[in-house]
């Protein structure tokens, strides 16, 4: 041997949870970066995951104009006027998932509500949520986590507290009554830390609005590796419902049945947006729930549980096998 030699390459292990018990489902190559990615699925915890982890570089401008692996993206759109966007759908689903489960929980809290957005992006739903004057019946304190250019435009221009990656693992613990991750946690080449670092901010009874992709849905299966949703240079950690709730309950959270509605609608617009006639069909389809129940199902939407901290908020707190929030 000598100083030269290289050291011989790690075996991955799982991202989620740590097992070395991986089955190789696959290589493709990403769109942009021509790299041979590989998805390995974890046999203990069912996390599909994608190797190597290209960075957060391809984070850039392009990427935010929709010119990078994702051409559904457009900051520069909700930045400006989110309801320009389609965006507002979702924005509305997820409130109503929230504020029915304050006012189950909390019906007489007086206290203001700590809302974080984890990965705010662009700003459109912490705008949306600044609209309202209560939520509730309480006043909202707002933050927003995330790094780059429209972060530091949310905090100069806007007002906002946006903290970055530092300032949010300085936060102390339980100080948030809502935690919203909206399409982040697939971004994140380590989603265990980031599910800590949730479930340690959140307070007893509080809630986690998390929504990612289903591998598990039909349209997932069909594709395997090749769907869509399996761009490896920016989706590399792919769950299914019972990974997301097995990663919860490591992490001291109760998964949290949902059903979405307008989340689903705006998943189909979203990605009908260089298609204009198909999406005003589609718009106008998405007003039969029959039609939003049969796409929820093929793309497993609702299937994804959010979760809640254990633990006595201002009234009880709701435990698995309670009735689904909508
Ligand atoms: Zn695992």
């Known amino acids: 041997m000598t100083a030269s030699a290289r050291p011989a390459p790690t075996a991955p292990v799982c991202r989620a949870c740590g097992s070395p018990d991986l089955v190789l489902r696959g290589k493709k190559s990403g769109e942009f970066i021509r790299t041979e990615f590989a998805f390995?699925?974890?046999?203990?915890c069912e996390l599909l995951f994608v190797e190597p982890f290209s960075g957060f570089e391809i984070y850039n401008d392009a990427y935010y104009r929709g010119?990078?692996?994702d051409p559904f993206v457009d900051y520069e759109t909700e930045y400006r006027d989110y309801r320009r966007t389609d965006r507002a759908l979702e924005f509305a689903d997820l409130a109503r998932l929230a504020e029915a489960h304050l006012v189950a929980s909390a019906p007489s809290s007086p206290a203001p509500l700590a809302w974080l957005d984890f990965g705010c992006g662009a700003g459109g739903f912490l705008k949306f949520l600044r609209e309202r004057a209560t939520f509730a019946g309480r006043p909202l304190a707002l933050t927003g986590h995330d790094v780059g250019s429209y972060a530091e435009l949310l905090r100069s221009t806007d007002g906002f507290r946006i903290l970055d990656f530092a300032a949010i693992t300085r936060e102390p613990s339980a100080q948030f009554d809502v935690i919203s991750l909206i399409e982040v946690i697939e971004h994140l080449p380590e989603p265990a830390a980031t599910i800590a670092l949730v479930s340690r901010l959140l307070k007893p009874g509080g809630l986690l609005l998390l929504t990612t992709g289903n591998l598990d849905s039909p349209v997932a299966r069909r594709h395997g590796i090749h769907y869509r949703y399996c761009a490896?240079?920016?989706?590399?950690?792919l769950f299914n419902p019972r990974c997301l709730a097995r990663l919860y309950a490591a992490h001291g959270l109760t998964p949290l049945p949902v059903r979405y509605d307008g989340t689903v609608v705006f998943k189909v617009v979203k990605s009908l947006r260089h298609r204009p006639v198909l999406r005003a069909v589609a718009r106008?389809?998405?007003?039969?729930?029959?039609f939003v129940r049969l796409v929820d199902h093929l793309y497993g939407v609702s299937a994804m549980p959010c979760a809640v901290k254990p633990g006595r908020a201002d009234g009880p707190t709701p435990s698995p096998g309670r009735p689904v929030l909508h």
Do not use: N
Request: charged share 15%; hydrophobic share 40%; aromatic share 4%.
């Open 284 to 290: 106008l389809a998405l007003h039969f729930p029959p």
């Open 40 to 44: 390995h699925r974890c046999r203990a």
């Open 232 to 237: 490896p240079e920016i989706h590399v950690s």
């Open 67 to 69: 010119a990078g692996p």
